[in-house]
């Protein structure tokens, strides 16, 4: 099995930036899974940003949806960062998808995989108790997709302020 670890933290903690160097610390060429969506234009200026900070060391693979499609199809070609697994789960429960599933089916092929896998997720419940059930929910289901995911991978790093702390192994 190849080495999985996840990497969480707040928005703008600097969790993308330390993902990508643990990713290529694996060596070069990487594999960028992106599941992020370009609804608007903050959000596509975002994607151009996260693009061009990469360099020709990586390749994208646009997985919105079959994040465990994406893993199975680039196992084998170089270490794999998956940015990230919350912009997944939103992606999921706005298309009426079984995300439980999902994230059983996530967590299921990790055992699978020969090459690594980084995961990036945000940190999403240190927070205050959102005012609407919706954003309650996603809140409590990236909560337990994190913990899956987590438990299933040999590391575990949360970042803060730009600094990554190693949560697992301890």
């Known amino acids: 099995m190849g080495k999985s670890i996840l990497i969480t933290g707040g928005a703008r903690s600097g969790k993308s930036r ?12 990487a594999i960028y899974i992106a599941t992020a969506e370009a609804h608007d234009a903050e959000m596509s200026d975002r994607i151009g940003q996260h693009k061009a ?17 994406a893993l199975d199809a680039s196992d084998g070609a170089g270490p794999r960062l998956v940015d990230c697994l919350t912009l ?11 995300w439980q599933a999902a994230a059983r089916d996530v967590v299921a092929a990790l055992p699978r995989q020969t090459s690594p896998v980084i995961f990036v997720t945000n940190e999403v419940g240190a927070g205050i108790v959102p005012e609407n059930a ?20 040999d590391e575990l790093w949360f970042c803060v302020a730009g600094h990554p702390l190693r949560v697992k192994p301890t």
């Open 53 to 69: 900070r990469r360099g020709e060391e990586w390749r994208t693979v646009e997985a919105p949806l079959d994040l465990v499609g």
């Open 18 to 29: 330390f993902a990508e160097r643990v990713t290529l610390g694996f060596g070069a060429p």
């Open 88 to 98: 997944w789960l939103t992606n999921l429960m706005l298309s009426d998808a079984d």
């Open 134 to 153: 919706l954003a309650r929910a996603f809140r409590d289901a990236a909560g337990l997709l994190n913990q899956n995911v987590a438990e299933a991978c």
